[in-house]
């Protein structure tokens, strides 16, 4: 099984971009009990989680992003979102989900670039 994100591209400091995480080999009575988490890794620093989303849809944040992200999952097409706005430079990185408990193979994320 393999996390699939998208929805990245290249964003002018202030906007906002929307991502998305497909689970397409997942069944779903395997999907729906779990927790999902984004994270991200900018360049030359290591992978940080940022947000996560339990089965009951209870989300927390990473300090850095409260507040500006918000995560939401989907069970019926067996997919989480990661809301994002009011990005600035630090947002950019390569954003992945995963699941944190027992996560899967880390797939290739989505590059997030925040520039003007």
């Known amino acids: 099984v393999q996390l699939q994100a998208s929805g990245g591209g290249l964003v002018q400091p202030g906007g906002s971009l929307r991502l998305s995480c497909r689970a397409p080999?997942?069944?779903?009575?395997?999907?729906?009990?779990?927790?999902f988490s984004w994270y991200r890794q900018a360049p030359g620093k290591e992978r940080e989680l940022v947000a996560t989303?339990?089965?009951?849809?209870?989300?927390t944040y990473d300090d850095s992003v409260r507040g500006r992200f918000t995560i939401s999952r989907d069970n019926s097409r067996k997919m989480v979102f990661l809301q994002m706005t009011s990005l600035t430079p630090e947002d950019t990185a390569v954003y992945y989900c995963?699941?944190?408990?027992?996560?899967?193979?880390w797939g290739q994320g989505t590059l997030v670039t925040v520039s003007s």
């Open positions: 989303i339990t089965p009951n849809r209870v989300a």
């Open positions: 995963n699941t944190p408990l027992t996560p899967y193979p």
């Open positions: 080999r997942m069944i779903t009575s395997v999907f729906n009990p779990k927790t």
